[in-house]
């Protein structure tokens, strides 16, 4: 991928984790206009039974936090721990998230997110991921 790919999101696929419809649906309309070719899930589980399938199916993860079953930051956890190249990036609505600090270390982004900041975040991972990987 070229450094323009990445900063226009063309061609890296993001996993959308999501348990509201609505939400989901913005934001998979939102990461498509910037680019990105996105695929959908409504809970951790399902997420965690796609990257085992292929873990090179995404190039970046966007969770959010609160769900029911296992939370977005559990999630973030297991992934770093099994496809540690693997960027994660949470969202959630919810103050005490953010003031908490509850989201140990990844990168997380505060709802609603307008456009310009989504794709500020996403970029940065995505970069970050390829200056690591090489």
Known sequence: ??????????????????????????????????????????????ALGILGENEFAVDLVFSDVIMPGMNG???AGIIRERYPGLPVVLTSGYSNVLAENAHRGFELIQKPYSVESLSR???????EKLSVSG
């Open 1 to 46: 991928m070229t450094h323009e790919a990445a900063t226009t999101g063309r061609g890296y696929r993001v996993l959308v984790v999501e348990d509201n419809d609505d939400v989901g649906q913005f934001s998979t309309e939102l990461l498509e206009d910037l680019g990105y070719v996105v695929r959908r899930v409504a809970n951790a589980n399902a």
């Open 73 to 75: 930051v559990e999630l």
């Open 121 to 127: 975040i996403l970029r940065k991972a995505i970069s």
